[in-house]
């Protein structure tokens, strides 16, 4: 049987308490890449055992990736004599199943196809989006035992408090204790500006467009020099290990070609 980490054991411990006094929702926060999703399927195994194994759950999320990888991981933690389903904009499961994974943007849709009761734990991942219009139409729906939300960023730059929903912080760890602790690795942040203020008076107009402004002059140089400082911050590093977050795929490839041009 797959067990929970120390600290996923507390963050369950937490959870169990919280229901078992009686409290129907609770929000925890933990940095990314500390294991939410399996730390919410432990939680339900608990739960499972104090109110029956035959308690259907929801897990909702935005992304249908996230969905894909819960669906794995809650597998990983059940094993297949539960069944298991999703409910996105590309496949639908339309038979009864004890944990069904669903996009809010699909399940807005399909409300009324689902009693308000039909799910005894339901689980939020990315919980701050739990504010937004299309999100919390959804969460309210339904009425389960227990609500849980799950995210590491709680909180929202439109100062919208999601404890609104989903109850008091029960269990925190966030990325500066995970890193403290050795949970997860340290992390050197490195933030480059670009002067667009120059180009737009280089340009003679105040009206250009970001994808106008791409595809012209601005990408290539940028990308050129954004190579350059990767090659001089990696080359300070024993094992340098290196993220880049670029605005999409085929930029991350461009991106790519120039850090590696031989790897293709």
């Known amino acids: 049987m797959k067990k929970p980490k120390p600290y996923q054991a507390d963050c369950v411990k937490a959870l169990t308490n919280a229901y078992r006094s009686g409290r129907n929702r609770a929000l925890v926060v933990m940095a990314a890449g500390l294991g939410k999703t399996l730390t919410s399927a432990f939680s339900i195994r608990e739960f499972f055992a104090e109110r029956g194994e035959d308690s259907r759950v929801l897990f909702l999320c935005h992304n249908n990736e996230i969905l894909n990888k819960a669906k794995t991981e809650y597998m990983s933690v ?109 992390v050197d942040y490195r933030l480059l500006l670009d002067d667009i203020e120059d180009i737009f008076k280089y340009l003679g107009r105040d009206d250009i467009t970001i994808a106008e402004l791409n595809r012209n002059i601005f990408v290539p140089k940028r990308d050129d020099e954004i190579v350059r400082i990767i090659n001089e911050k990696v080359a300070e590093r024993e094992h340098p290990k290196t993220i880049v977050f670029c605005p999409s795929i085929s930029h991350a490839n461009i991106i790519a070609e120039r850090r590696y041009p031989n790897l293709r």
């Not at 943007?105 to 009693?115: G, I, N, R, S, V």
């Not at 849980?148 to 929903?165: C, Q, V, W, Y």
């Open 78 to 186: 059940f094993g297949e004599e539960y069944s298991y389903g999703l409910y996105t904009g590309v496949e639908k499961t339309s038979h009864r199943v004890n944990f069904l994974f669903a996009s809010f943007q699909t399940m807005k849709l399909h409300l009324k196809e689902f009693d308000t009761q039909e799910f005894y734990y339901i689980v939020v991942d990315e919980a701050h989006h739990g504010q937004a219009s299309t999100f919390k139409k959804v969460i309210t729906y339904f009425m389960p035992q227990f609500l849980l939300g799950m995210t590491a960023t709680p909180k929202r730059l439109d100062g919208l408090n999601i404890s609104e929903i989903f109850g008091d912080v029960i269990y925190e760890k966030d990325l500066p204790q995970a890193i403290k602790e050795h949970l997860l690795a340290t």
